[in-house]
């Protein structure tokens, strides 16, 4: 029973601060199953899709009343993630269970992007650049959708980071984000439940943690995405970056 409180209430709270800025959250959420929660390794992965095919509604469901998720930006995002969340589960069972590589990698990669974006936005106020192809978007959505196969983070505090560095405003980027990373959970989950049915070891979610947070997620993600409208760009920017550095500096003590 108090891992069905504590995965709520993580879930709520994680959510609620994230998804104004178009992060699910998940990747807050490892430490928690994994010291708190006590969900083995693989099993952490799938758990974390979970959450996000769980909590995602909350917030696409408010996102949508606004019209926020009717732009190519999510299309473009979708027709990279979806295959790569396959291959990213496919090595997280069969070539890369450890996650040692990958926290050290994403440390290095978000602790100086999360740190530019929030100098960037303080000395400049809102970066004016050209926006990235569509080409570029996708082949991104790509690397992030393996990413996110592998070790189940959501895909919007990688990709982000990035485009909102690149100029296009949070307000385009957290939504189409957070609808990636709903639809691309569902297949990786799925994946995993397939892959489940002949791997050895804890390959399958840990329904009731992966269930309990995501309801927390559901709650905390609607309020997030009520609240977004009311923050600045560049709060909402100052956020995103913020976010993108305690992520890194997060995997780097890990």
Do not use: K
């Amino acid at each position: 029973m108090l891992d069905l409180v504590l995965g709520l209430a993580a879930g709520l709270v994680i959510a609620l601060l994230t998804t104004p800025a178009g992060v699910s959250g998940a990747v807050f959420l490892l430490p928690v199953q994994l010291s708190l929660l006590a969900v083995p390794n693989p099993a952490v992965t799938p758990t974390n899709l979970l959450f996000n095919v769980v909590s995602g509604p909350g917030a696409l469901l408010r996102y949508g009343r606004r019209g926020a998720l009717t732009g190519p930006l999510t299309r473009l995002m979708l027709r990279g993630t979806l295959p790569g969340v396959i291959v990213g589960a496919l090595l997280r069972v069969y070539a890369v269970p450890g996650p040692r590589a990958f926290r050290i990698i994403v440390a290095v990669f978000l602790l100086p992007l999360g740190a530019w974006l929030c100098v960037r936005t303080v000395r400049t106020g809102v970066p004016i650049r050209a926006e990235p192809s569509p080409r570029s978007v996708t082949l991104l959505s790509l690397a992030v959708g393996v990413v996110g196969g592998i070790y189940g983070i959501g895909g919007g505090s990688l990709l982000g980071p990035i485009l909102v560095g690149r100029g296009m405003p949070v307000a385009v980027v957290g939504p189409a984000a957070l609808a990636s990373t709903f639809v691309t959970s569902i297949v990786g989950a799925g994946t995993f439940a397939l892959l489940a049915l002949g791997a050895e070891g804890a390959v399958a979610p840990h329904w009731q943690v992966g269930l309990s947070c995501g309801a927390g997620g559901l709650i905390g993600g609607y309020l997030g995405a009520r609240l977004q409208p009311h923050l600045p760009e560049t709060g909402l920017r100052l956020l995103l970056g913020a976010l993108a550095t305690s992520i890194g500096l997060l995997y780097l003590a890990s």
